[in-house]
């Protein structure tokens, strides 16, 4: 993945940690490794570990964005990234970069869209959904339309569960909890609130996941084609590695990994042959209006 060295940056897109409210987090693609290990093994939505009640609907915030519970002031960390050309001195600008593009990207797309923010945290975090851990891995908060990611989840995690990484991997990620924005904007994430509970190959939680990641795939295809943007190139080698990242963190392949037995039933975000459909689908048409995972056949063609 390159970067356009003249590009501005805007850092004011990265924000603080949130002021808590109770409630819990809406778990994004991907899921913590203790977390979602756990799930798998005994089958229960990740929600549940925070005392669950409506993962998808925080704090009465049915499909509408805002920042009810409070950003900090920007993260100072960030303060320097003004342009593609700091990341090559300071690493941390990339956050900026990927949230700059996809936010950008959004506000062509989807008409009112209201921006998010992104919180990249060490340890633990205070969030509108509550408090939260580096175990729990990427999430997006409906409460306080905000993104949260532990850093080391990409080179700690990511690599446990078998991807390769990189710089597009984790594009991917941030891409895909801000498909969880969307979700929220659009009330799709509230009318699956009724899935709370549910698991399973064709459940809602899933449908919800991979309709994320096919989002995410129409990110890319965007950057790929938006030479003036900040993000100047994305290769194939990029998309192999969002690819690869989509399929270490199927429900299926970590389930194998660490207990050598598949249980469909338990599975809270999909196999990796169907992560890695709906993030090449939503890559190759480029059309958020492909990414209706939601229709009666749709995981039956992944």
């Known amino acids: 993945m390159q970067y356009n060295p003249n590009a501005s940056l805007d850092p004011s897109q990265m924000g603080g940690g949130g002021r808590g409210r109770g409630g819990t987090v809406a778990v994004g693609g991907g899921a913590g490794l203790i977390v979602l290990i756990l799930a798998l093994l005994f089958g229960f939505n990740p929600s549940e570990l925070l005392d669950a009640t409506d993962p998808y609907n925080q704090g009465g915030q ?31 600008c990339r956050w900026v970069a990927y949230t700059n593009s996809i936010q950008a990207y959004w506000s062509q797309t989807l008409p009112g869209y209201q921006p998010a923010k992104t919180v990249v945290f060490s340890g633990s975090v205070t969030t509108g959904c509550g408090q939260a851990t580096s175990d729990l891995g990427p999430f997006y908060c409906p409460a306080d339309s ?18 390769k990484g990189g710089d597009a991997a984790e594009a991917y990620v941030v891409a895909h909890e ?43 295809a965007y950057a790929s084609n938006d030479p003036k943007g900040v993000i100047s190139q994305v290769t194939e080698d990029d998309l192999y590695r969002a690819l690869d990242a989509a399929q270490a963190v199927g429900d299926d392949h970590i389930q194998k990994s660490q207990t050598g037995r598949i ?40």
């Not at 979700?183 to 190959?201: D, I």
């Open 62 to 92: 049915s499909g509408q964005a805002g920042t009810q519970g409070g950003l900090a002031q920007p993260d100072t960390r960030f303060a320097g990234c003004t342009t593609g050309a700091d990341i090559a001195s300071n690493r941390d």
């Open 146 to 163: 905000t993104v949260y990611f532990d850093d080391s989840f990409f080179d700690r995690m990511l690599p446990q569960m078998g991807a």
């Open 178 to 220: 801000y498909g969880h924005h969307i979700q929220n904007l659009t009330g799709v994430m509230a009318k699956v609130q009724s899935a709370r509970n549910q698991t399973g190959p064709e459940s809602l939680q899933v449908r919800l996941e991979l309709q994320a990641d096919c989002y995410a795939g129409t990110w890319i």
């Open 263 to 302: 249980r469909p039933e338990s599975w809270t975000h999909g196999s990796s042959e169907q992560r890695r459909y709906w993030l090449n689908r939503g890559f190759s048409t480029g059309d958020p209006n492909q990414c209706n995972t939601f229709a009666a056949n749709a995981l039956t063609k992944a």
